[in-house]
């Protein structure tokens, strides 16, 4: 059973910044995709951001480009979600994901989420 354990969300106001952080065993990280996803009330879950198991490789949504940075420690087996100029519409609770095939949505496994409620 894959365990991701998330920590770092909160309330900030409009243009603060936040860090989100999603730790897991090393037998994961090591061969996994970590991903970002999130859930707005009345919304569906939506693609965020991911990185490769080698940490070369990084992929964004279009809404949250130039804006949240994705990176990966590799000593700590734990990825993060810098969110910078936050706008109230990034307001969701945050899930972290892992996945051994980019996009198989059908073999990611789940964090519990973590809120992120941003202010105007």
């Known amino acids: 059973q894959v365990q991701l354990v998330e920590s770092g969300g909160g309330l900030v106001q409009a243009g603060g910044s936040l860090r989100l952080s999603c730790a897991t065993s090393e037998r994961i990280f090591s061969t996994h995709y970590m991903g970002w996803f999130r859930q707005a009330p009345g919304k569906e879950r939506e693609f965020v951001a991911a990185?490769?198991?080698?940490?070369?490789?990084?992929y964004y949504a279009d809404s949250v480009k130039g804006r949240f940075t994705i990176s990966r420690d590799n000593a700590k087996n734990t990825v993060y979600l810098q969110m910078n100029s936050l706008k109230p519409e990034d307001t969701a609770v945050y899930s972290c994901?892992?996945?051994?095939?980019?996009?198989?949505?059908?073999?990611?496994?789940w964090g519990q989420g973590t809120q992120v409620t941003v202010s105007s």
């Open positions: 994901a892992a996945e051994p095939l980019l996009g198989r949505g059908d073999l990611r496994s």
């Open positions: 990185i490769s198991w080698s940490g070369g490789s990084t």
